[in-house]
């Protein structure tokens, strides 16, 4: 499922605002519901925390993970507060959205000073 882009500019502008009102240095759940409610004031439809199950062999081993944000069905944010995204931020969200069946996410990372020098575009 690919994500539409007027979509992902709203996303990206919704974070940006998020970040512009509250800056780095909080938890990730603070930034996760913030940005819940730019997009619903945007009109975006987004769930949180949706959990997401795995399999293995079709076995079903229950909850793989949970997301921490799916947009419009199609898009996956992971939301992080880190001095610095690293490899496994990165390889934990290509993960995700191969079980997802999706082929864009975006980390995105509040603990920085500009909120443009925090969000990673990943496309599987």
Do not use: W
């Not at 990730?28 to 819940?36: C, F, H, I, P, T």
């Not at 399999?55 to 949970?66: K, N, P, Q, S």
């Not at 610095?84 to 995105?108: C, F, N, P, S, V």
Request: charged fraction near 25%; glycine fraction near 8%; aromatic fraction near 8%.
């Amino acid at each position: 499922r690919d994500c539409d882009e007027a979509i992902v500019d709203a996303v990206l502008l919704a974070a940006t605002n998020v970040h512009n009102q509250l800056g780095p240095g909080l938890l990730e759940s603070v930034y996760e519901q913030a940005l819940m409610i730019e997009l619903a004031e945007a009109g975006i439809p987004a769930k949180r925390q949706v959990e997401i199950p795995a399999f293995y062999r079709g076995f079903d081993l229950g909850v793989g993970f949970r997301a921490d944000i799916i947009v419009a069905d199609s898009l996956l944010l992971e939301i992080k507060a880190v001095n610095e995204l690293d490899a496994a931020h990165l390889a934990q969200i290509m993960t995700y959205l191969k079980l997802l069946g999706y082929k864009r996410g975006y980390l995105l990372n509040f603990n920085k000073k500009l909120m443009k020098e925090g969000i990673k575009r990943v496309s599987i």
